[in-house]
């Protein structure tokens, strides 16, 4: 009976405090376009491709933020290059920092609301859509594909809010 009242709770935990959350540092890429018009979102996926070739692998979240800020100009100006030789007027900004996200889930990891390290683009008056992706650990997803390659990623960690609940509650693993 008590091994059925631990299970129910367990049960109830999950449906009521969420399933599996990422419990990790990341770094987020995110581009605003300029507008929402089709030649405005069309540029902001280019920018982002071309962006993301442009990046190396990193090894961790802190060397992917050391990196972005120690090349913020050549970004900002990739960017910039991207954007005339496609024709548009208008500029990018670059910015490397803290940025508020709303809850996401992403690549079957649960992003909640809150405060990210980024690297933030915005084209022109950055009124449009924005698109987002986590460059560290590597989740975003690769120009050209349909998903992402997550074999590379074993630095992701997954804890059950249910599963912590209980832990705390009894004071260790079970």
């Not at 548009?88 to 649960?110: I, L």
Request: net charge negative.
């Amino acid at each position: 009976m008590k091994k059925m009242a631990i299970f129910t709770l367990i049960i109830l935990s999950v449906a009521v405090f969420g399933g599996c959350r990422a419990t990790y540092d990341v770094f987020r890429l995110h581009i605003i376009a300029n507008s929402d018009t089709v030649p405005d979102q069309s540029i902001k996926l280019i920018v982002r491709d071309e962006i993301l070739k442009s990046l190396p692998a990193f090894e961790s979240k802190e060397e992917s933020e050391e990196y972005i800020r120690g090349h913020l100009s050549e970004i900002n100006e990739l960017a910039n290059d991207i954007l005339t030789g496609h024709g548009f007027e208008y500029r990018a900004q670059s910015y490397c920092g803290k940025q508020n996200f709303p809850k996401r889930t992403y690549a079957n990891a649960v992003y909640p609301e809150g405060e990210y390290s980024a690297l933030k683009i915005v084209l022109g008056e950055g009124s449009g859509q924005n698109w987002w992706c986590v460059i560290f650990p590597p989740l975003c997803i690769a120009p050209g594909s349909e998903e992402a390659d997550f074999a590379d990623s074993p630095k992701i960690k997954y804890k059950s809010a249910a599963g912590e609940f209980f832990e705390n509650l009894f004071g260790g693993k079970q």
